[in-house]
């Protein structure tokens, strides 16, 4: 049987990791400077997560969720605590698509409205909601009509007003960060302006914190740069370090009814003690500081390259824009330099390392990148 082809893939076969490096299968090392999709948080194989895992799997890996459990809770009360969200109550699931999809599906349910709004470049995943075009053309996603969703120009209050002025608004969903869009920042006057227009139109808030948030920007979601608070956070990638999950946050103003929303796998066991280790590391470690702390130092470094059209982002989620494209440049760091990085359409290398990275690492990186750089260009 063949593996359906619809992933360009790299001819390496990466087998271990360690930190912010990983391996390849003929041993040879990589700094890994994308985490794969930014799901690796507290970085490769961190001992505190291996012995959850393994001590978990020794007992019990999965149950149904008609049956009581405790891990669950352990997790919303840690979560709740670091987050500033203890008031909020968690909604556990698979991933950052399933995420989305049942918090349209709320608020869909609380107005009584279908139609979604949101932003140019944006990404929510491949099924509720589809990514508007870019210049990605490896995306194939056309809009889901049954959804009814309207992309507004990014950073447009006054086009996303005209919208919700219409009445028949569920939602507004918007990246903290663009990650997809190419590490597009929406300006924090911005998000207080979008969450005063939605309340006045009694429309709920989404904030896609799945590439964004658990601690990427250097604080624990993007979103609180602004002060805001969203009627619904969701989240995936980083929340269990790779393994398999993703969460929505769900505001009190939502009363939960039994059949609701659904799930098989969410919040199962091994799941749980995954994600509360990823708390436990982050706490322990202080890697919401280190991200603020290194992706600043890191930000500061990349605007002295001048062969950067412009660096973009926050904390550990940074965008590089070239005036060429970048195709080249990566494969040349990946092959050449030994260094992992992500892209975003067809000038944007994309930056999402491991919360655990520190600022030697991040020389090591600028000497390779500035090495790449004038090789290629």
């Known amino acids: 049987m063949k593996l359906f082809d619809v992933y360009p893939l790299f ?158 608004v569920a939602a507004v969903i918007i990246e903290g960060i663009q990650g997809v869009g190419g590490i597009q920042v929406p300006d924090d006057n911005f998000l207080v302006q979008l969450r005063s227009a939605c309340t006045d139109a009694a429309a709920i808030l989404i904030l896609d914190e799945i590439q964004s948030g658990y601690g990427r920007s250097g604080k624990f979601f993007a979103h609180q740069y602004a002060g805001i608070r969203p009627d619904i956070i969701t989240m995936a990638k980083g929340i269990a370090n790779g393994f398999p999950m993703g969460g929505m946050l769900v505001s009190p103003m939502f009363t939960p009814k039994y059949g609701m929303l659904g799930t098989t796998f969410g919040g199962n066991h091994l799941a749980c003690a995954a994600a509360i280790a990823v708390l436990e590391v982050m706490e322990s470690e202080n890697l919401v500081d280190n991200a603020r702390e290194v992706g600043n130092y890191l930000i500061s470094e990349l605007q002295k390259i001048p062969e950067i059209k412009e660096v973009r982002g926050r904390g550990l989620m940074i965008g590089l824009e070239f005036d060429k494209p970048v195709k080249e440049l990566r494969t040349h760091l990946l092959f050449d330099e030994k260094v992992f990085t992500g892209a975003s359409g067809s000038n944007v290398i994309r930056l999402l390392p491991p919360l655990c990275i520190d600022k030697a690492i991040a020389d090591e990186f600028i000497l390779r990148l500035n090495r790449a750089i004038k090789a290629v260009y």
Request: charged letters at 20%; glycine letters at 8%.
């Open 11 to 168: 001819d390496v076969e990466i087998v271990r990791g360690s930190g912010c490096y990983t391996y390849d299968n003929n041993g040879t090392e990589y700094i890994d400077l994308y985490g794969g999709h930014a799901v690796i948080s507290i970085g490769h194989s961190h001992p505190h997560y291996l012995a959850a895992l393994e001590n978990q799997a020794r007992n019990l890996v999965f149950y149904s969720n008609s049956v009581h459990n405790s891990l669950q809770q352990k997790l919303a009360d840690k979560l709740g605590a670091l987050s500033g969200y203890d008031d909020y109550a968690l909604f556990l699931i698979n991933s950052g698509a399933e995420a989305n999809e049942n918090a349209m599906k709320l608020a869909s349910f609380h107005t009584g409205k279908a139609r979604i709004l949101a932003f140019s470049k944006a990404f929510h995943g491949r099924t509720s909601l589809a990514v508007e075009a870019t210049d990605n053309p490896n995306i194939v996603a056309p809009v889901n009509a049954n959804n009814r969703v309207t992309f507004v120009p990014f950073g447009d209050i006054v086009a996303l007003k005209a919208e919700l002025d219409r009445g028949d």
